[in-house]
Antibody
Framework: QVQLQESGPGLVKPSETLSLTCTVSGGSVSNYYWNWIRHSPGKGLEWIGYIYYSGTTNYNPSLKSRVTISVDTSKNQFSLKLNSVTAADTAVYYC???????????WGQGTLVTVSS | DIQMTQSPSAMSASVGDRVTITCRASQGISNFLAWFQQKPGKVPTRLIYATSSLQSGVPSRFSGSGSGTEFTLTISSLQPEDFATYYCLQHNSYPLTFGGGTKVEIK
């Protein structure tokens, strides 16, 4: 059974960088597309982007200028960096596995990140 | 971006009711449509993928249909454990986009 677990700070100051890591167990990151998704009361569920194990990325244009997703196959992890955060970036952040045909099949538990001074 | 308009945004229903939730896409998405259920404080779980394929382990009272721009999730006989929020997701093109959600509450 594939499991995903997000980790990282729950509080980030405005203008700083949000950094989260997703650790994958029960399967390898060396396949599939690995995604970040966030959920906020104001915007609902919002897809942030994905990385393929080869390093190919695809980002939501609305966030593209501020987002970097990377993968570390040796640690079976992938990571999210979102810079220049504002209160509008406050959300529950999920990592998730995505398949081109069957969409998202596994989600992490989610982690609340609050942007506040 | 493809906009996914989900309706209704909320509804009240009774155990045993037939429930239908609709997602309309702003442009054609073939059959690249999935449905998720989310309960408070829990992770979304996939119910349906590829418009009508039932996720393993999901009760057969859930079904999906549609094509092109209009899609439906049907719960044939609502059960107590089905009270939750439901979301559609299109993955025909990027960025992936979700519907706004339908909260199904107890009448």
């Amino acid at each position: 059974q594939v499991q995903l677990q997000e980790s990282g700070p729950g509080l980030v100051k405005p203008s700083e960088t949000l950094s989260l890591t997703c650790t994958v167990s029960g399967g390898s990151v060396s396949n599939y597309y690995w995604n970040w998704i966030r959920h906020s009361p104001g915007k609902g569920l919002e897809w942030i982007g994905y990385i393929y194990y080869s390093g190919t990325t695809n980002y939501n244009p609305s966030l593209k200028s501020r987002v970097t997703i990377s993968v570390d196959t040796s640690k079976n992890q992938f990571s999210l960096k979102l810079n220049s955060v504002t209160a509008a970036d406050t959300a529950v952040y999920y990592c998730a596995r995505y398949h081109l045909v069957t969409a998202i099949d596994y989600w992490g538990q989610g982690t609340l990140v609050t942007v506040s001074s | 971006d493809i906009q996914m308009t989900q309706s209704p945004s909320a509804m009240s229903a009774s155990v045993g009711d037939r429930v239908t939730i609709t997602c309309r896409a702003s442009q054609g998405i073939s059959n690249f449509l999935a449905w998720f259920q989310q309960k408070p404080g829990k992770v979304p779980t996939r119910l349906i993928y590829a418009t009508s394929s039932l996720q393993s382990g999901v009760p057969s009272r859930f079904s999906g249909s549609g094509s092109g721009t209009e899609f439906t999730l049907t719960i044939s006989s609502l059960q107590p454990e089905d009270f939750a929020t439901y979301y559609c997701l299109q993955h025909n093109s990027y960025p992936l986009t979700f519907g706004g959600g339908t909260k199904v509450e107890i009448k």
